[in-house]
């Protein structure tokens, strides 16, 4: 008998780019099972929200989401909706009572099992509300729970219980399911990790299932833009007061660097040039192999040591440990096909020279930094228990400018920061504190965030939300001003140079233009695909400014503009310290012959958000 055709899944991703990394692996676990996917929710049965938690607001956005498919369920009762990430494993349980909407809720210390949950939700759905028994994984222990839902069995997960959600293979692919002997009689689908992952005080981790996710990636050279993301370390043992990753992310868990580099090499290999590490705190990252463990011939990943400040080197530094500028150098010089090697986000403390010196010896590792302070006031920072002061913090900025800021050889330093507004107790003296701070720090641009407080961590618990709504309000925009005027000094600053920039697509301009025509030519029965996408997902900004030089131009320093293509085909890239560049793709060369490659640009204008050029010979 043919298999039946596999159900059209949808994925959103809300937060972080650790959020879209893990929204990749799955949905690349799920096409290897035979799923295919669409842009569009409506046309999905089966939809994925892939959530963040480290702000209301996205949490806000999940909540009306859920709203929405709660109504589309009336309707289409066999529609399977899953929550996956931190606001799965932050609300637990409770999100089940709240919104029966949901099928399947998978935290992110549990997304390998993701496709076999899915898998037996479709199997399983339509099947809703008849039965009262089934299977969870959830928070640690072993047992009976009693739920409104009714009353199923509790198994931890990370436990051999746990594995009772076996390995997936699909009824979509032409294998057996292996998945096809499991008893589920009822849909809901649960897995979260509690506080699992903090229990084992041993470097190592046990058997670490989520490790093979990543192991799993599955890399096509038609899957991708020429960028991608590799995760070197989970989790977070920083515990800031405000900040829910701990508890939703668990502990801080190093990759084994042999993992990471031969990730990069199968993605290099695939064609992907520009490479970004991925870490809550990526610059704590370490292995000592010494203590590795390995389980079923697979070296696990290792829980990070606690790290006590104030060191300009890894103090483990030797021959059996890889630190973090172990690693960068690793894949610097082994990976030469990864021309763009960055890496987010780095903690200010326990920053040392070693790996400025790494970055400032290494051509293809970028020169850019996001080091975020969070506030310029000591007094807030101790209440965020950031474990640094102010003066530490440019301490660090001061020196990694010393080291790496050369714009004399167009290879200048850029810094990003992030900043939280109307945190508990914040002064007007702590927020022109900040405002100095901006100032001091020159950030190339900071994410400025309202305080927004959550439940589960300590300052939710212990401290006052005392700054009222409308102080915040002008707080955040007060900075954002400040930093707009800081931003735009630091884009004026590039022009004449010229930079080598990573084309990612069409520029939103150019987006528009293509969409219009696809509408054009869809009336004429014609799809238009660039590099393989649809460019109505082509990344960009919207470009007002634009350069306009009509015809082949010679400048000063003797470098030649390439002619522009002509209006419409406007490309957008980034450079090496993560500015946004728009040109015009030259005349005789189509967008595709540039989209995943490094053009050297020379910038020609500039405002805060973006720079624009012209391609040189
Ligand atoms: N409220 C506002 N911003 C927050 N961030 C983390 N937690 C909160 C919170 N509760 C910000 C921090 C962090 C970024 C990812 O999100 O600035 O660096
Ligand atoms: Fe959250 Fe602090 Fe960890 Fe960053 S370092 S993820 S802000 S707890």
Same mark, same amino acid.
């Given at each position: ?25 799955? !949905? ?29 607001? $996205? ?31 932050? %609300? ?21 099992? @993701? ?30 729970? *009693? ?9 931890? $997960? ?34 979260? *990790? ?9 470097? $190592? ?61 199968? @993605? ?32 696990? =990943? ?30 610097? %010089? ?65 020196? $990694? ?28 003296? %702590? ?36 700054? =009222? ?9 007060? @900075? ?63 470009? !007002? ?21 002509? =209006?419409?085909? *406007? ?15 030259? !005349? ?30």
């Amino acid at each position: 008998m043919p298999a039946p055709s596999p159900p059209q899944v949808y994925i959103e991703t809300f937060g972080c780019q650790m959020n879209e990394l893990d929204s990749e692996l799955v !949905s690349g676990a799920l096409r290897s099972m035979g799923y295919s996917f669409t842009a569009d929710a409506s046309a999905a049965s089966v939809v994925l929200y892939n959530t963040c938690s480290v702000r209301d607001h $996205a949490e806000q956005k999940v909540r009306s989401r859920l709203g929405e498919m709660a109504l589309r369920k009336k309707e289409e009762p066999g529609l399977v909706v899953g929550v996956l990430g931190c606001m799965a494993e932050r %609300d637990g349980v409770d999100m089940l009572k709240r919104f029966p909407v949901v099928d399947i809720l998978c935290g992110p210390g549990e997304l390998d099992k @993701l496709p076999a949950m899915v898998d037996n939700a479709v199997r399983t759905s339509g099947a809703h509300g008849g039965e009262e028994e089934f299977q969870r994984g959830v928070r640690g222990g072993r047992g009976e729970i *009693q739920s409104e839902m009714g009353r199923g069995t509790v198994v931890a $997960a990370g436990s051999p219980a746990a594995g009772g959600i076996p390995n997936p293979v699909s009824l979509y692919s032409s294998a057996p399911s292996a998945s096809s002997a499991l008893k589920l009689s009822a849909p809901k689908q649960v897995a979260l *990790q509690g506080n699992a992952s903090r229990r084992s005080a041993t470097l $190592a981790a046990a058997a670490d299932s989520l490790e093979m996710l990543d192991l799993s990636r599955s890399v096509s050279p038609t899957d991708h833009n020429g960028s991608a993301y590799v995760r070197i370390t989970r989790g977070c043992n920083k515990f800031c007061t405000y900040c829910v990753v701990p508890h939703t992310r668990g502990a801080e868990v190093h990759r084994p660097p042999e993992h990471i580099i031969d990730e990069c090499k199968r @993605l290099a290999d695939a064609g992907v040039v520009e490479v970004t590490l991925l870490g809550q705190t990526v610059n704590h990252y370490r292995f000592e192999h010494a203590s590795a463990v390995t389980v079923g011939g697979v070296v696990q =990943p290792q829980k990070g040591r606690s790290f006590t400040g104030g060191h300009t080197r890894d103090p483990f530094a030797g021959a059996q440990v890889t630190t973090f500028a172990d690693l960068l150098k690793r894949i610097h %010089d082994e990976v030469p096909g990864i021309l763009r090697l960055r890496f987010v986000t780095s903690y200010p403390r326990d920053f040392g020279d070693d790996v400025l010196e790494v970055i400032r010896d290494s051509p293809r590792i970028c020169r850019y930094l996001h080091v975020p302070a969070q506030t310029g006031s000591d007094r807030m920072l101790t209440a965020m228990n950031r474990g640094y002061s102010i003066s530490e913090y440019l301490e660090f900025i001061d020196r $990694a400018r010393a080291i790496l800021h050369q714009p004399e050889i167009n290879r200048p330093l850029t810094i990003a920061g992030d900043i939280i507004a109307g945190f508990c107790g914040e002064t007007e003296a %702590d927020h022109l504190a900040t405002a100095d701070l901006l100032r001091r720090a020159r950030y190339k641009n900071c994410f400025i965030f309202k305080y927004s407080p959550r439940p589960g961590t300590t300052a939710y618990d212990r401290l006052p939300d005392d700054v =009222p709504e409308d102080v915040k309000r002008r707080r955040v925009n007060e @900075l954002l001003a400040l930093q707009q005027t800081i931003s735009d000094e630091i884009s004026r600053e590039h022009i004449g140079q010229t930079l080598g920039v990573f084309v990612s697509g069409l520029s939103a301009r150019a987006t528009k233009a293509a969409k219009r025509k696809e509408r054009a030519n869809a009336a004429a029965g014609v799809t238009l695909t660039i590099s393989g996408r649809d460019p109505v997902h082509a990344e960009g900004t919207d470009a !007002s400014n634009a350069c306009t030089i009509d015809a082949s131009h010679v400048f000063d320093d003797g470098s030649e503009s390439l002619e522009p293509h002509g =209006p419409g085909v *406007q490309l957008t890239g980034r450079t090496d310290g993560d500015l946004i560049v728009v040109f015009d793709c030259p !005349s005789g060369m189509s967008p595709d012959d540039l989209i995943g490659r490094v053009v050297p640009v020379r910038v020609v204008d500039a405002n805060q958000l973006t720079m624009s050029g012209v391609v040189v010979r």
